[in-house]
């Protein structure tokens, strides 16, 4: 399969990340049967099966829970069916036999099934706590507190995504002693999952591959970077990172990871502008299918070759200062609820910003309701909390969309079926309220569907009548989206499977456009005009939106009438912490909180605060990795006696 551009829809991409590592539960095996006794505590338990359902990565993840009289669970089945066969969907009867084996709640989830996992935990305690269990005695908390420790180094990196990864392996090359603290189980966070490769301009590389490649340079990338922003962006940053990319594709190979350049465009709508996708220096590790190890992966076995002092499951709670203000070092709580003092004399803060938190995505991004990854806004958090300053906080990477995950049981996965290339073509998009509201082969984008759909809170439809389904399932289809390997082109029956999504509740029907607008909780009028006004542009190849006469071929006539609901998805948050060209964390006046360097998703002023993540190949990767390194860097030379 050729490779294509990374999209980064909801409904298609990987559920984790490459390797489903076995880990335990805080209990062993030998102390389940205590367990079960103490889950019954003086509640009356109800010997039976229960069902219950959370949500997992895709799609709700169900277990059916067999407990006896005591409280003991005698048989575990999760059924994940809708999540991605080869991670999420291998992990669940993984999972379900570590929480049967353990008689525990407080299991390890599977590494690179994370969602799932604690979709399963969640579904479990719920089916627990129906037949009378008191599932608190089932988690952490019961287990002793280990010993309080107290560690000196010169650097400590909170983080092992790319951001953290990359500073770390700067650090120890600057002849730094450092020590990285991770809250999961494994390394690589976000970039893990989704990073195809980093951008990179002027590498040896591009020169090695041509002309058409050797062309690009530095100060183009860099004025087509701050004109993009409107030069919101900080230029100084932006230089920096700009010019320091080619050099990092030589620096990340003498690390393990090596790479190619892309031969042809990932996205249909970059093929005018070389800058967009010839940049993009493509991981050769990386595979639209989970495989056994990721880049991340590569470099942090010869970092700990280096001499890294990596401490999993182990979660950074405060920075500690001294009465000066400077930065020196953490606090931390390990697994096991005892505390890890590290002092330092340089803080890296590589959290990967605050997607997934809610509240702050409310606050600062005017809605929670995207797919969103991403951490929870704890190393943000904790740079303000140390005196720097609040910048781009909303500045986000939006990117791509897909199908929201089902209500209902079905019996396919629709999002990874045929009818996946409805959802990749220029059809008809509607908002919440009716109206169409931009040309739909933005769909060739990723960064650029995800921007328009944002612009009407998130949510959207793509609306189709029978006879286009009835083209689709005879290979009339119209030009596709081809990011992630391209859509789905199995045989298909289009109308079975929109069917199919109806029963899921994923597609909303009507036999007409009334009714339609009805089950929608639409006005009926303002559907049908914008309806009536796109089939006027089918038919004139005039669209007051600029849809090209090639996509405009399928008018919205024939009932029963069809709308898919869509989901943007975020990956992460561009920024929270205002940082300078050597990425050292600064106040509002620019002056630099001594000690406090800012990493990756959490660091802002590379793009601007705006909410349109700019359109070209391998930027944030490109950015997580040019920042760890120039934070290394920097702080190696800071704590050189």
């Known amino acids: 399969m050729k490779r294509k551009g990374i999209k980064t829809v909801l409904s298609l991409l990987l559920a984790g990340s490459m390797v489903l590592s076995l880990f335990g539960c805080s209990d062993d095996a030998a102390n389940s049967s205590k367990a079960a006794d103490a889950a019954g505590g003086s509640q009356k338990i109800m010997a039976g099966t229960y069902t219950a359902s959370a949500k997992g990565y895709h799609d709700d993840v169900k277990v059916e829970v067999t407990v006896d009289e005591s409280g003991k669970i005698t048989a575990l089945v999760a059924h994940a069916d809708g999540e991605t066969p080869k991670v999420g969907g291998e992990a669940a009867p993984k999972m379900a036999d570590r929480i049967k084996e353990s008689q525990r709640l407080d299991c390890d989830v599977i590494s690179g099934a994370s969602l799932t996992s604690g979709a399963i935990l969640t579904a479990t305690e719920d089916a627990l706590k ?51 603290v991770e809250k999961t189980n494994n390394v690589g966070g976000i970039s893990k999952f989704f990073a195809g490769g980093p951008f990179a301009v002027e590498s040896h590389l591009q020169k090695e591959a041509g002309p058409e490649y050797a062309k690009l340079k530095k100060e183009d990338l860099l004025q087509q970077l701050n004109a993009y922003s409107h030069f919101i962006n900080y230029g100084p940053l932006t230089k920096a990172i700009v010019y320091k990319s080619g050099d990092t594709i030589k620096w990340m190979e003498k690390w393990g990871v090596t790479f190619h350049v892309n031969r042809e465009t990932p996205q249909i709508s970059h093929m005018d502008n070389d800058m967009k996708w010839k940049l993009y220096h493509w991981f050769d590790l990386f595979s639209y299918e989970p495989t056994e190890i990721a880049v991340t992966d590569v470099v942090h076995k010869n970092l700990k070759d280096a001499g890294l002092d990596l401490r999993f499951e182990t979660t950074a709670t405060k920075l500690l200062q001294d009465d000066k203000g400077v930065v020196n070092g953490i606090a931390a709580t390990k697994k096991d609820g005892s505390t890890l003092t590290v002092h330092a004399k340089a803080v890296i803060l590589g959290t990967g910003g605050f997607a997934g938190n809610s509240e702050m995505m409310k606050q600062y991004y005017n809605t929670s309701s ?186 919205v006539k024939q009932g029963p009438f069809y709308a898919v609901k869509m989901q943007i998805s975020n990956l992460g948050t561009l920024g929270g912490v205002r940082v300078n060209e050597k990425l050292q964390a600064t106040d509002e006046n620019l002056k630099p909180i001594p000690g406090l360097f800012v990493v990756g998703n959490n660091a802002a002023g590379f793009y601007g605060n705006i909410t349109s993540y700019p359109t070209f190949e391998g930027l944030a990767t490109g950015f997580a990795w040019n920042s760890g390194r120039i934070a290394g860097e920097h702080a190696a030379v800071q704590v050189k006696p």
């Open 370 to 555: 995207l797919g969103g990854w991403g951490e929870d806004g704890s190393g943000v958090n904790m740079a303000w909390d140390a005196g720097a300053a609040k910048w781009d906080t909303a500045s986000s990477l939006l990117h791509g969309s897909g199908m929201v995950a089902a209500t209902t049981k079905g019996d396919v996965s629709l999002a990874n079926s045929p009818f996946n290339r409805i959802t990749r073509s220029p059809l008809m998009w509607i908002d919440q309220s009716g109206n169409r509201f931009a040309n739909e082969e933005l769909v060739w984008d990723t960064a650029e569907t995800a921007n328009a759909a944002y612009s009407v809170g998130g949510i959207y439809y793509v609306l189709m009548d029978t006879e286009t389904l009835k083209a689709y399932t005879n290979g009339k289809a119209l030009t596709m989206d081809t990011a992630v390997g391209g859509p789905n082109t199995d045989p298909g029956d289009f109308v079975a499977l929109a069917e199919e999504g109806v029963k899921q509740g994923i597609i909303t029907k009507g036999e007409t456009i009334e009714e339609l607008a009805k089950n929608l909780n639409m006005e009926t009028d303002r559907l049908a005009s914008n309806v009536e006004e796109y089939n006027l542009a089918v038919q004139t190849k005039n669209d007051p939106y600029g849809k090209s006469e090639k996509s405009l071929v399928y008018e």
């Open 130 to 180: 129906q037949a009378g269990v008191d599932t608190s005695k089932l988690k952490a908390g019961e287990t002793a507190k280990g010993e309080d420790e107290e560690v000196t180094v010169d650097v400590v990196v909170v983080g092992a995504g790319a951001s953290g990864t990359a500073a770390a392996a700067a650090a120890i090359d600057g002849g730094a002693k450092v020590l990285m």
